[in-house]
């Protein structure tokens, strides 16, 4: 079955590690998004990618970074620089950058101790 | 970035009620998304809209994209179970050319009283 898978479910982080999540999607889709998640507040914008090797930054870009390398793949790398790391992660993928129809993977639950 | 105004923030309703809540905004949107997150997952889509005025069914949802573009209203009829989770609206301001940011809502949560 087609989908995007995050990996892993649960991290644990100690403060100043850099830590990277995973993003796959066998979807054949163009378009992938991470978003950030805290409790009480809708889904924020950190990175999106429109195509292999080409990547934007969302409204809370700082203390992130991202690569595009290949089609299916999107990871994000959470930096020592980013000061409230705790979170839920989603990433998303979609066909193409006009269809807002996305589809989510299951997150990823960042905890820094 | 711009976020949405959902209400309420959460509700506790009893199995077989109805559930109405709705998302507002200060500026025009063009097209109005209803999502479903249940815990430890990621949201789902359930209605699309995409028209003002529109009207849209998904089973026992209804949706609306407001007439002044502003709001959005999800109905859930006869609630069940199963309809527990965080419903996000999210939409989207400008003219779909693929290149403008969807901005979500800040969340309904949705508790069923057994």
């Known amino acids: 079955d087609g989908g995007i898978t995050q990996s892993p479910k649960y991290l644990f982080r100690k403060e100043g590690q850099n830590v990277t999540l995973s993003c796959e999607q066998n979807l054949n889709h163009d378009a992938m998004y991470w978003y950030r998640q805290d409790p009480g507040q809708g889904l924020r914008l950190i990175y999106y990618?429109?195509?292999?090797?080409?990547?934007q930054k969302g409204d809370i870009a700082e203390g992130y970074s991202v690569s595009r390398e290949k089609k299916e793949s999107f990871p994000l790398t959470v930096t020592s620089a980013q000061k409230n790391p705790t979170a839920f992660y989603l990433c998303?993928?979609?066909?193409?950058?006009?269809?807002?129809?996305?589809?989510f993977g299951s997150g990823t639950r960042l905890t820094v101790v | 970035g711009q976020q949405l105004n959902q209400s309420p923030q959460s509700m506790f309703i009893q199995e077989g009620e109805d559930v109405s809540m709705n998302c507002t905004s200060s500026?025009?949107?063009?097209?109005w998304l209803w999502y479903k997150q249940e815990p430890g997952e990621g949201p789902v889509l359930l209605i699309a809209?995409?028209?003002?005025?529109e009207l849209t069914s998904n089973g026992r949802l209804t949706a609306q994209f407001g007439i002044t573009r502003k709001d959005s209203f999800l109905n859930i009829s006869a609630s069940i179970p199963s309809d527990v989770g965080i419903y996000f609206c999210?939409?989207?301001?400008?003219?779909?050319?693929?290149?403008?940011?969807?901005?979500f809502g800040t969340g309904t949560r949705l508790t069923i009283i057994p």
């Open positions: 500026s025009i949107f063009n097209t």
């Open positions: 809209l995409y028209k003002a005025g």
């Open positions: 999210a939409g989207l301001p400008g003219p779909n050319f693929g290149n403008e940011k969807l901005t």
């Open positions: 990618s429109q195509i292999v090797n080409d990547f």
């Open positions: 998303a993928s979609t066909v193409d950058r006009t269809n807002y129809g996305y589809t």
